[in-house]
């Protein structure tokens, strides 16, 4: 039975006039409904400049029967039944500099009203290079607890992403005390043929080295997750119901093989193998000498292309080119393997750690579609992942989720093949469905995100598509919270995809008149801008 209210109320948003100030949220276009515990409102919402303002008016005052299902015309419900919807907090939610929160009013006020939205939680990336930056073992959580306190009072989940890489935008560098190992041991970073060092993630070869004065990376990443389970202790398996384990660049499992990007801001390339580090060669080389071929080891493939050459401007990745031959069976075997017991030491270091939190393990994998219409796929290779058109390379990523339990998180769930240039003979959705059935073979439940944080034509309608039918996922996080999220350009749309998953089709009673769609108002002052970096 649905529970109706009589009346109306109101419910400001944010704890000052600054704080409603800094959000710049905007007044949707039409009107705006959702089911929250099945309640059913209508909405008329008016935007000052001083404050925000929701006014909730009552649809009626009697008990729904649910409608029939429409078998007869075979039409779907819009609700996406089971997903969970989360959106991410900023990327630097929390300062470099000063560990405490960026904008907190900002953040405070946008919590609430993705709460009347309707959202279930927020998603928020806890950097390795802030909570252990100056020091091994010193550890400093203050700007992150508050966080989870803020996202607890309101009511919110709190999905976590432990961050062992860094970013460039915004700058968030490894750790201060790793960066000064570095300098004088830069063999703990990937390093590409012509000799450039990668040094926003350590390289896998280190994973079981003692390179991080007398310890191994794997001994520091237990450390820094104990610590996380012990100072959150408060929050989870109530409030923090999830956390995703880093696994490499931008947190996904692969090489950095993209990281340079060509002179002419086109990607047409498909990126370079990332093996030419001293552990890497030294990896190399023992297991082509224990193969008999001990030339084999000497270094990567000499005929593939680089970062801003298209991939068949050399011989490896053309049809009869290397890739398929004994030498490129070895080599992109031994690559990928080297990547998936990376993942695998990881999510298990995940999962034998907060095993018994009530939280649920995540770990994300990229979603390499460019040139996914070939025969070598050469973007997915030079990634780690050994997939052509001859060999499936991502059922051995699933069977590693699933030996530990874990489930995966997808991105690229707003792309469609209409909107990728037709040059590098992308596929996004066919690379996603391969992806998603390797995972239903192998009982590994899926997550997803967007790609794109400033959008892309047709994204909503992307994203509702691979949430509906066959690829019913649990939960889809939204990136990311921002200027730009909370701009008179995108809340609106952010606000009707969200109506679109919760809410059910409406009976004909519940539908707003003419005039009250007519009455809507947008009223927003220019000084309502959001000084939050979008991230």
């Known amino acids: 039975m649905e529970v109706s209210v009589i009346g109306s109320s109101q419910a400001k948003l944010g704890a000052s006039d600054l704080a409603s100030r800094e959000v710049g949220l905007c007044n949707p276009k039409n009107n705006f409904r959702f089911l929250n515990d099945r309640v059913s409102f209508g909405r008329n919402i008016r935007w000052k400049k001083a404050e925000i303002r929701f006014t909730l008016r009552a649809l009626q005052t ?202 002419n801001g086109k990607t047409l390339g498909a990126g370079e193998f990332q093996c030419y580090d001293q552990n890497m060669l030294s990896f190399l080389k023992q297991h082509a000498e224990a193969s008999g071929n001990p030339l084999w080891g000497l270094g990567g493939p000499h005929d593939a292309a680089t970062y801003d050459q298209s991939p068949f401007s050399s011989g490896f990745f053309n049809d009869g080119g290397s890739w398929q031959s004994t030498y490129g069976g070895f080599f992109l075997s031994w690559y990928s393997n080297q990547l998936i017991t990376h993942g695998d030491c990881l999510l298990s270091l995940a999962s034998s750690t907060f095993g018994d939190s009530g939280v649920t393990i995540y770990g994300k994998i990229p979603l390499m579609h460019s040139w996914y219409g070939t025969r070598s796929h050469p973007s997915e290779l030079t990634a780690g992942f050994y997939n052509t058109a001859n060999r499936d390379g991502y059922e051995p990523v699933a069977q590693t989720f699933a030996k530990n339990s874990c489930k995966m998180i997808l991105p690229g769930m707003d792309l469609s093949d209409v909107n990728q240039p037709k040059e590098n003979h992308s596929s996004a959705e066919l690379l996603l469905a391969q992806i998603m ?99």
């Not at 999905?159 to 890489?165: A, G, N, S």
């Not at 040094?199 to 191994?216: F, H, R």
């Not at 949430?467 to 749309?493: C, I, K, Q, W």
Request: some cysteine; overall charge negative.
């Open 62 to 263: 009697e008990p729904i029967r649910e409608e029939k299902k429409r078998s007869e015309s075979g039409t779907r419900s819009k609700t996406v039944d089971g997903v969970r919807l989360f959106v991410g907090l900023p990327l630097d939610a929390v300062s470099y500099d000063c560990n405490s929160i960026n904008h907190a009013r900002a953040i405070a006020a946008g919590l609430k009203a993705l709460k009347l939205l309707g959202v279930e939680g927020v998603e928020l990336p806890i950097w390795w290079g802030i909570v252990e930056k100056d020091a091994m073992g010193e550890y400093n959580w203050s700007g992150y607890l508050a966080i989870a306190e803020m996202v607890q009072k309101v009511g919110l989940k709190l999905h976590v992403t432990l961050c062992f890489h860094g970013s460039k935008k915004p700058n968030i560098p490894l750790p201060k005390w790793v960066s000064q190992i570095g300098e004088s041991q830069p063999s703990i970073f990937f390093k590409d043929r012509s000799g450039q060092h990668y040094k926003e993630c350590l390289s896998l070869a280190v994973d079981n080295l003692p390179v991080l004065d007398g310890k191994t990376p794997v001994q520091v990443y237990q450390s820094f997750c104990e610590s996380f389970k012990s100072s959150f202790s408060p929050f989870m398996g109530s409030t923090i119901t999830s956390i995703s384990m880093g696994l490499g660049p931008d947190g996904e499992l692969r090489y950095p093989s993209h990281h340079r990007l060509p002179s």
């Open 437 to 535: 059935a390797a995972c239903r073979k192998h009982e590994v439940k899926v997550s997803g995100q967007n790609s794109s944080e400033s959008g892309v034509p047709g994204g909503f309608e992307q994203i509702k598509k691979n949430l509906s039918g066959d690829n019913v996922l649990d939960l889809f996080t939204y990136h990311r919270m921002g200027a730009s999220f909370f701009s008179p350009e995108h809340f609106p749309s952010f606000t009707e995809f969200v109506r679109s998953l919760k809410q059910p089709e409406l009976h004909s009673d519940d539908l707003p008149t003419e005039e009250e769609e007519g009455a809507e108002s947008t009223v927003m002052s220019h000084e309502s801008s959001v000084s939050m970096q979008a991230a």
